[in-house]
């Protein structure tokens, strides 16, 4: 039920409500009550990570094979959108806002951190640590991370609206990808606790990555210019930044958003040719073949290991997946909502085959060249340079890329790499955090996808409110406080998902007797 006039005009007013009211309340409480808040959010982390790391690890596992399953099937040549409609934007432009809306702005603060982590610290898929063997895995464990399971959790989300929307011609609004299974229920109270439980997912993930962003980006500006890294820089660089992307959000899909886009995808290749060429250019083209080739034989074992809980174990930190895969699957999931309603926006007039291998295939081969060109670049002056970069991770983990930057030695255009490095990181902050307030505000409108201006400004400065509180609450602990907030949000979404799959199916199998039905009938 969509106002259309008062306050509430253009969105669903229990939907808008309920969210902005669980919001404030976790606003407030956490201002209120910081060190309660603290252990609390710890404490839920504890008990997701002990009791449902298995759902995460086995739900990611069920989606990409689901996947491949329909684009290799007989529905693979259905097209979302009329029989005779063609894509809006070209390939490139395509990739360019769907990377920058699924991982940009968190892949540039892992893709070093984690294989030097791994590195450093180990994985259960390897023994030892600090040797060729453990760089190996450690480049195949990111690949993991930020491969195929990430990008199909995505497009299940992504895939359910196109083809109800599209297909169907029913709103772009999460509430609509149940039609299928529950019909008009879908648009009473049924769809309001859909709408919320996507809203709370995408705002606390979006915030995640915001505040992931902010640390980097002071970190950059540390290295290039001595800025402090302080809470006062980082909530500064959080209210600037977001009025930047209310302005974007505002200026609508086609300019902002779309510009600023091909923008990241432009730096992106300008430093990906950068690791490249002033890189260890042989070491690194031999690692992307090898990592690949490896991850690709791995991938089984990788989505079947499930880490038991040791019987010493008292927090979430005491466990491997704790850490990294509960926390990654937890942080897409949470995504999903919000990348899932950007990706159907940008891909009407694919076919279910092109929609599938490009989101999930052609996304995932972009990552892993990222992934070898910074992670792997790091790597070498570990094992083979003069290293420190694993110190400096260790030491602080926003430092990452611009630790790499010093360790290749290179002069000039080190510095200017960094410069381009800050940019980038800043222009993805802004894509994340425009692209996710279109998408609450769209989602809320229930499928409007011009929603009113109004909306867009709450919306986005929520999203700036929770990053800057998140990063309050954690202190010294904001890290895991951040991947935390994700975990959380995103197991309730996660049964929405599920449900996602079923109605992904069952509206195939109507769209494909519907087509024979009507193939008969011209037959005849």
Partial sequence: MVIRSGVFRGVNPYSSLISA??????????????????????????????????????????????LI?????????????????????????????????????????????????????????????GNQAAADMALQVTFFHWGLNAWAIYCIVALALCLVSYRLKKPLGIRYTLYPLFGDRVEGALGVVIDVIAVFATIFGIATSLGLGVTQINAGLNHIWDVPISDAVQLVLIAVITAVALCSVLSGL??????????????????????????????LMLSLGDATLSYAKSLFSFNVYVESVPAEAARW?????????????????????????FVARVSRGRTVREFIFGVVGVSSLVSFVWIVAYGGTALWTELFGPGGVSDAVSANVSMALFATFEAMNVGLIGVIAGVLGT??????????????????ATILSEGNEHPMYRHRLIWGTFEGVVAAVLLIVGGSAALSTLQTAAIIAALPFSIIMVLMCVAIVRCLSLEHKTEASAELGETN
Avoid: C
Wanted: charged letters at 10%.
């Fill in 254 to 283: 086609d300019r902002g958003i779309k510009w600023l886009s091909q923008v990241n995808m432009w730096l992106t290749i300008v430093l990906l040719i950068f690791f490249f060429a002033w890189g260890p250019t042989r070491y």
């Fill in 21 to 66: 009211g669980i919001i404030l309340l976790f606003v407030f409480l956490v201002l209120a009550f910081p060190t309660s808040s603290a252990d609390w959010i710890d404490s839920a982390r504890t008990f997701v990570t002990f009791y449902f790391n298995w759902w995460y690890v086995v739900l990611s596992g069920v989606f990409l094979v689901f």
């Fill in 423 to 440: 940019i980038l990181v800043t222009t993805y902050f802004v894509t994340s955090s425009d692209s996710g307030t279109l998408v609450v």
């Fill in 317 to 341: 930190s005491d466990m491997w997946q704790g850490w990294w895969t509960t926390f990654y699957w937890g942080w897409w999931i949470s995504w999903a909502p919000f990348v899932g309603v």
């Fill in 69 to 129: 399953a329909i684009a290799v099937s007989k529905y693979g040549s259905l097209r979302l959108g009329d029989a005779d409609e063609r894509p809006k934007y070209s390939y490139f432009t395509w990739f360019a806002m769907l990377y920058a809306a699924g991982q940009g702005i968190g892949i540039i603060f892992w893709s070093i951190a984690e294989p030097m982590f791994h590195y450093a610290g180990g994985t259960p898929f390897a023994e030892g640590t």
